[in-house]
């Protein structure tokens, strides 16, 4: 088992940033690809960014150039940089992890974006 802890939401006005951060325990080994969704009220949960061990990100388009994702091996965790925060970036944040064919999902942390 894999286990997720999400940090770093909250409130913050238009054009402002936060960082997420999402720490990794468990049975870590195998961890591959990891990433954030996040899931507005009334919407889908649409995936934001990705990072795996090796090989390229992925950044959703309407985050592109405002998202950094990036990732600490050492200390399994994985962050989520967010600048120039729209009102529609508002959503649950999910951190997910993937190993082998399992996917494990943080509880979610609550991102609020005012105009």
């Known amino acids: 088992q894999v286990q997720l802890v999400e940090s770093g939401g909250g409130l913050v006005q238009a054009g402002g940033s936060l960082r997420l951060s999402c720490a990794a325990s468990?049975?870590?080994?195998?961890?591959?690809?990891m990433g954030w969704s996040r899931q507005a009220p009334g919407k889908q949960r649409e995936l934001v960014a990705r990072?795996?061990?090796?090989?390229?990100?992925y950044y959703a388009d309407s985050v592109k150039g405002r998202f950094t994702i990036s990732r600490d091996n050492a200390k399994n965790t994985v962050y989520l940089q967010m600048n120039s925060l729209k009102p529609e970036d508002t959503a649950v944040y999910y951190c997910y992890g993937l190993q082998r064919s399992q996917v494990y999902w943080g509880q979610g942390t609550q991102v609020t974006v005012s105009s």
């Open positions: 468990g049975s870590i080994l195998g961890l591959n690809s």
């Open positions: 990072i795996p061990t090796g090989g390229s990100t």
